[in-house]
């Protein structure tokens, strides 16, 4: 059964940093474009960056470009979002979730896999 897990969440002041990680065991790792995505409470889930399989292909959400990077390890099963400038706006429940299939979407039905969630909450 794949699995797939968040860790990295956290508080953090406004400015601040925090790089989530995702593992993902049971699975291909190479066959998936992988993406994170946010959700609060009572909203719907946001896609705020995704990888392609090969790792040569990334998206952001507009809300995030040029603060967050994703990337990949493919040695590790491993998935990252390195979030710089954090603004209390981007607090949230954080997912990972992995597409069988070689490009990246935003768009969130489009995955196969989804991880259980990580906090990440930013103090003003």
């Known amino acids: 059964q794949v699995q797939m897990v968040e860790s990295g969440g956290g508080l953090v002041q406004a400015g601040g940093s925090l790089r989530l990680s995702c593992t993902a065991s049971?699975?291909?790792?190479?066959?998936?474009?992988m993406g994170w995505f946010r959700q609060a409470p009572g909203k719907e889930r946001e896609g705020v960056s995704c990888i392609s399989w090969s790792g040569g292909t990334t998206a952001y959400a507009d809300s995030v470009k040029g603060r967050f990077t994703i990337s990949r390890d493919s040695a590790k099963n491993m998935l990252y979002l390195q979030m710089n400038s954090l603004k209390p706006g981007d607090t949230d429940m954080y997912y990972c979730?992995?597409?069988?299939?070689?490009?990246?979407?935003?768009?969130?039905?489009?995955?196969?896999?989804w991880g259980q969630g990580t906090q990440v909450t930013v103090a003003s």
């Open positions: 979730a992995a597409r069988a299939a070689p490009r990246c979407e935003l768009g969130e039905y489009v995955y196969n896999y």
């Open positions: 049971k699975l291909t790792f190479d066959n998936y474009a």
